[in-house]
Each structure stands twice: as C-alpha cells, then as structure tokens.
C-alpha cells in the first residue's frame, strides 16, 4: 500500500511538473514543437499515405458513424419513429462519438508512439546524457509532447465530427432508404453549435490526460526492450481507462444530470 500511494505521489508530480514546462516548450523548445506536430500529424514516408493518424482516425469515425446508422434506424424504426434518425447522428456522434473515438485514436497511434519513443531513450541512457547536459527533459521530452498532442487533436476531432455525420447519413439514406429532405430537417434541427463546441473542448481535455499518461510511462520504462513493450501496453491500458473517465465527468459538468436535451410533439 505504501508502495502504491509513493508511486501515485511521483505521478502527480511528473504530471504537475510536465503541465508548469508547457511554457518552456513553448519559449525555449519551437523547433522541438513543430518537428513533434508535424510527425503526429502525417507521420513520415509511407505512414502518410497508409497509416497516418489522419486516415486512422477518419476509418475509426467513419465506422463509428456508420454503426449509429444501422443501430439508431432499427430501433426507431421498431417504436415508428424512424423519422429521428437525424436526430441521433447530431445527438450522439457530437456529445460522445467524435469526441471519444478521436481520442482513442491518439491513444492508439500518437500515444502508444510517444511512450516506445520515450521509454527507448530512457533505456539507452539518452535522457540521462540531457539531464547530464542540463537539458530540462520533463519541459523537453514530456511538455512538448503534451502540446504536440493536444494541437494535433484539433483537427483530428473536426475530421472525426465530419466523417461521424456523413457516414450517418450515408447510411441512413442510402443503406435504408430514407428521404435526405426528412433526414437533412432533423439533424438541422437537433444540432446544436453550442455541443459542437463542447464537444470540441472535451476532445481537447481528455487528450491532455491521453497525453500525460503516455509521457510519464515512457519517461519511466525500465528494464530493457521488454520493459517498453510493457510500458506501452500499461500506458494504453491506463490512457484508454482516464479518456473513459475524462468523458464521463466532462459530460456531467458540461451538460447535468438531465442533459439539457428536451422533446416535444
């Protein structure tokens, strides 16, 4: 037990120190920055064109969206209401889907990336030579990471939301053949800019959280290649549990126990 609340102790401490270096990253770490977005972005080479964060996240979200299609249909359909579909897809996929499968998608690819990239530098004694060379690591290595990752989610969210509605209505109208006039008045109706810009600061909180967990498990790896390949696993693990957490609170304190959600007629 002592163990544990020393070991929570130290991770509070990284986070805080990590948090109060996002000035330094910003003053005395640019180039580090830019080189750090422009890498989780696109990534290099090959990567850009098949497996960049961007696709990653537009084929998560283009399924997600797709099966709140199939599933919101059926089951208005069974109640005679399967007018609402448009109502699901401005509901749904801005209070919980694109913000929530962006996330993930950080965590999967630019946070699992960050923590191997971290934790081999520990391992090689890199971290120790900048430490050596009075190099800030946390501010240099975490800070920056941080930023990197939350910038990066910006337009990794608007790409998300994007592919969430047309993937909906692609289904809805298409798959099973309802009209896009009905389709186009509920969703129009529903959606609300207000939630979009919720949903846009929620994507940003958790990925601060995503971002965090990651950096302080690379930053902590120990015990050779297998201690990486573990910390990676316990990194996604803990990131993909707080992002669900993040979420959860974020809903409570943005939209209450009711939801702000009212119909009629």
């Not at 696109?42 to 497996?51: S, Y």
């Not at 969210?157 to 994007?162: K, P, R």
């Not at 109208?173 to 846009?200: A, E, K």
Request: proline share 2%.
């Amino acid at each position: 037990m002592t163990e544990g609340l020393t070991r929570l102790g130290f991770q509070t401490r990284f986070y805080a120190t990590t948090v109060s270096g996002i000035w330094d990253a910003f003053v005395h770490y640019k180039i580090e920055l830019v080189r750090l977005i422009a890498q989780m972005s696109l990534g290099v080479g090959a990567l850009a064109v098949i497996g960049g964060t961007v696709v990653i996240v537009a084929f998560l979200t283009l399924s997600a969206g797709s099966l709140v299609a199939v599933q919101s249909f059926n089951q208005l359909q069974q109640v005679g209401v399967e007018a609402l579909a448009g109502f699901t897809s401005a509901f749904i996929n801005v209070r919980i889907v694109a913000p929530l499968v962006a996330v993930i998608g950080l965590a999967a690819t630019i946070g699992a990336g960050t923590t191997a990239q971290l934790g081999a530098m520990r391992i090689n004694e890199e971290i120790d030579a900048l430490e050596v060379m009075g190099v800030r690591c946390i501010a240099y290595l975490a800070s920056t990471r941080v930023v990197a990752g939350v910038i990066v989610v910006m337009p990794l969210y608007c790409i998300a939301a994007l592919m969430t509605f047309v993937a909906t209505r692609l289904g809805t109208t298409l798959v099973y053949g309802q009209s896009t006039g009905v389709y186009d008045h509920y969703f129009n109706t529903f959606l609300n800019p207000t939630d979009l810009l919720w949903s846009f600061g929620q994507a940003v909180a958790t990925s601060v959280v995503v971002m965090l967990v990651h950096t302080y498990y690379g930053f902590t790896a120990s015990g050779g290649p297998a201690g990486v390949g573990e910390a990676v696993g316990l990194s996604v693990r803990t990131s993909l549990v707080g992002a669900s957490f993040a979420t959860l609170f974020v809903s409570l304190a943005v939209y209450g126990q009711s939801g702000s959600f009212h119909l009629s007629g």
